[in-house]
């Protein structure tokens, strides 16, 4: 079970979330804070495995907690809520588990919580991740949460669940880099994350791979290497 503290300035806020986490079975003991004061003085007292911290909190604020805990020997995994995303760079300067943003959707709460989980169970580091840009708002996402990559020209646009952004980085570039991350390149304009396929036409006419609901092309000069990586990652009984 996952204990956590809740804190924001604005107490409807902190029982509105506080009844989200209880909803979820990971969760257990909850804890409340009003202020980044009293936050502080409840982490003296309590431990807990995660905090969820308002950002815009008056004298105290979230950033100013989050940076407090940091210099702790085991600080709680931090998790930002906040009305606007103009604090993202910084939050994950942090090493900021996760940044929501309000009001808080119940699937995107739980995705959170399951990112606290895996960090407690596995002792995981801090994930990579990649500053983009939308809209004229630099902002944070996850390389583990890009599906695939699309080549465009000198450019790269990552794809995610979510949305597509442009990154000023050619596609071999990335190829080489994310290597190691589950990325294999497929086609000439394409580098898709193994861990997001769906499903594979190897053996068609013209084959294909199915990620996040896309289905992409497969180049014959590539199909061999793209083969061969999918045997090295089959399931096989023990001789």
């Known amino acids: 079970m996952i204990n956590v503290l809740v804190a924001d300035d604005e107490l409807p806020a902190v029982e509105e979330l506080a009844f989200l986490l209880g909803r979820d079975d990971r969760i257990g003991t909850i804890y409340r804070a009003s202020s980044g004061a009293e936050a502080l003085r409840a982490l003296e007292s309590v431990q807990v495995d995660a ?3 308002d950002i815009h909190m008056p004298a105290l604020s979230g950033l100013d907690i989050a940076r407090a805990i940091s210099r702790g020997a085991h600080p709680p995994a931090v998790v930002f809520v906040t009305a606007d995303e103009d604090c993202a760079l910084e939050a994950f300067e942090l090493a900021a588990v996760d940044y929501l943003l309000k009001p808080v959707r119940v699937e995107r709460l739980a995705k959170s919580i399951g990112r606290i989980s895996e960090l407690l169970r596995d002792g995981a580091p801090a994930p990579e991740m990649i500053t983009v840009d939308l809209g004229g708002i630099t902002k944070m996402i996850r390389r583990e949460d890009v599906t695939y990559v699309q080549a465009q020209g000198d450019y790269a646009r990552l794809h995610t669940a979510d949305a597509s952004y442009l990154i000023r980085v050619p596609l071999a570039d990335l190829e080489q880099q994310w290597a190691d991350a589950g990325f294999i390149r497929t086609h000439r304009s394409y580098l898709i994350a193994l861990n997001h396929v769906g499903h594979l036409k190897l053996a068609a006419a013209r084959p294909s791979v199915t ?24 399931i ?4």
């Open 236 to 239: 096989r009984p023990q001789a």
């Open 211 to 234: 990620v996040a609901g896309a289905e992409l092309p497969i180049s014959r000069r590539l199909l061999p290497a793209v083969r061969e990586k999918l045997e090295t990652t089959r």
């Open 51 to 53: 905090v969820f911290l």
